[in-house]
């Protein structure tokens, strides 16, 4: 082989390099929403919320209370999962991040609604409600994970 030719493959194996950098580079499509699921940073604060300020009524394996389903005499709700067979994974983000900051009464705009689910409002910051909400998600399965980020961009759009 030539110099020149040489040269040339060289700079031929240097623009391919440059290519496939710079595509590693350009953003990946953000997923919608507001939580962080996969920022381990973020996960790892939500995991201890979670537990200090969650579990004792969501459960700390995210399995709720028992007979969820059912109001109590006073007619409330208990706790409900937050895992897969809840249906937290229903609600958006920005609508998750409502309930836990306000409460459901607020949340869901009836005023007049008990519910036992406290508003963290003044209790926890919104980096921590988010990060708590981020570990939960975490914890979905990728079949949850996918459906529930196509609710976000959906309801996004709705806006
Ligand atoms: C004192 C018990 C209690 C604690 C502590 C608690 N929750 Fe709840 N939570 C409830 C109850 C009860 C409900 C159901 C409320 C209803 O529908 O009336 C609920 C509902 C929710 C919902 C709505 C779920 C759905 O499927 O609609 C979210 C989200 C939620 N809680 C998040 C949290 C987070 C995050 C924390 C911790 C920061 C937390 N909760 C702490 C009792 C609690």
């Not at 009464?105 to 689910?117: C, D, W």
């Not at 979905?140 to 529930?148: D, F, L, T, Y």
């Amino acid at each position: 082989m030539k110099r020149s030719q040489v040269l040339l493959a060289a700079a031929a194996i240097g623009a391919v390099v440059l290519v496939v950098a710079i595509s590693n580079l350009a953003p990946k499509p953000a997923s919608a929403g507001l939580l962080k699921p996969d920022d381990v940073q973020v996960t790892a604060l939500g995991r201890q919320v979670y537990a200090t300020h969650c579990a004792a009524c969501h459960g700390a394996k995210l399995e709720g209370q028992p007979d969820w389903r059912q109001r109590d005499a006073q007619g409330r709700l208990p706790a409900p999962p937050h895992d897969a067979s809840g249906h937290t994974w229903h609600h958006p983000d920005d609508t998750l991040v409502r309930i836990t900051k306000f409460g459901v009464a607020k949340a869901a705009n009836l005023a007049s609604y008990e519910s036992s689910m406290p508003a963290y409002e003044g209790v926890l910051t919104d980096a921590e409600i988010v990060a708590a909400l981020s570990w939960i998600k975490s914890q979905w399965p990728a079949s949850i994970r996918v459906k529930h980020d196509e609710l976000n961009r959906s309801s996004s759009q709705q806006r």
